[in-house]
Nanobody, 126 residues
Framework: QVQPVESGGGLVQAGGSLRLSCEAS????????VGWFRQAPGKGREFTAG????????FYADSAEGRFIISRDNAKNTVYLDMNSLKPEDTAVYYCAAVMDKIGREPRTLSEFDSWGQGTQVTVSS
């Protein structure tokens, strides 16, 4: 089973940008939906963005729409999350997750994904 590995987190000022990467370890992201979730201090883990293998369809949470862009490089087995216009409320641990793609699938809940990374910390200062 593929293991997602996140990188790219760090400290950034409000209004800045950051790129997160999620690399497939022990396999590939072929035929998998890859999603990004985040967990802020004291809160539950929430869906942020996802990208399907079939057609490369992207889908976002309302909080990410218009500011974050998810993309994938299948040759590099890597999925990216470009975060722009960052706000202090974007501060969280960001997790990458994967699950087999199926026609019509746009998973947005934790239980729909079966492979998870360890997370990378993103801190946005005001």
């Amino acid at each position: 089973q593929v293991q997602p590995v996140e990188s790219g987190g760090g400290l950034v000022q409000a209004g800045g940008s950051l790129r997160l990467s999620c690399e497939a370890s022990g396999g590939t992201f072929s035929w998998l939906v890859v999603g990004w979730f985040r967990q802020a201090p004291g809160k539950g883990r929430e869906f942020t963005a996802g990208i399907r293998y079939i057609g490369g369809t992207r889908f976002y949470a309302d909080s990410a729409e218009g500011r974050f862009i998810i993309s994938r490089d299948n040759a590099k087995n890597t999925v990216y999350l470009d975060m722009n216009s960052l706000k202090p409320e974007d501060t969280a641990v960001y997790y990458c997750a994967a699950v087999m793609d199926k026609i019509g699938r746009e998973p947005r809940t934790l239980s729909e994904f079966d492979s998870w990374g360890q997370g990378t910390q993103v801190t946005v200062s005001s």
